[in-house]
């Protein structure tokens, strides 16, 4: 299965990799680069085209990103 994660640089998204990647071909998005992920696009899901770009093709998702200061900013 073809699944996108978005938020996927993120501490849930990096793990959730890590637990999936042998069984899911897995895309990520993030506004920043994901690290050891060959299909990871930099992008912000509150822009249409940056979504509609990156479900294409994808079979599910699992949607990890914040809206909002993060939780170091919240602090």
Do not use: F, Q
């Amino acid at each position: 299965m073809r699944v996108l994660i978005t938020g996927s640089a993120g501490a849930v998204g990096t793990t959730l990799i890590k637990g999936m990647r042998d069984r899911h071909e897995i895309r990520g998005l993030d506004l920043v680069p994901t690290p050891d992920l060959d299909d990871a696009l930099v992008g912000d899901v509150a822009d249409y085209h940056t979504v509609e770009e990156a479900v294409y093709g994808m079979d599910a998702l699992i949607h990890l990103a914040n809206v909002g200061p993060s939780w170091e900013e919240s602090l």
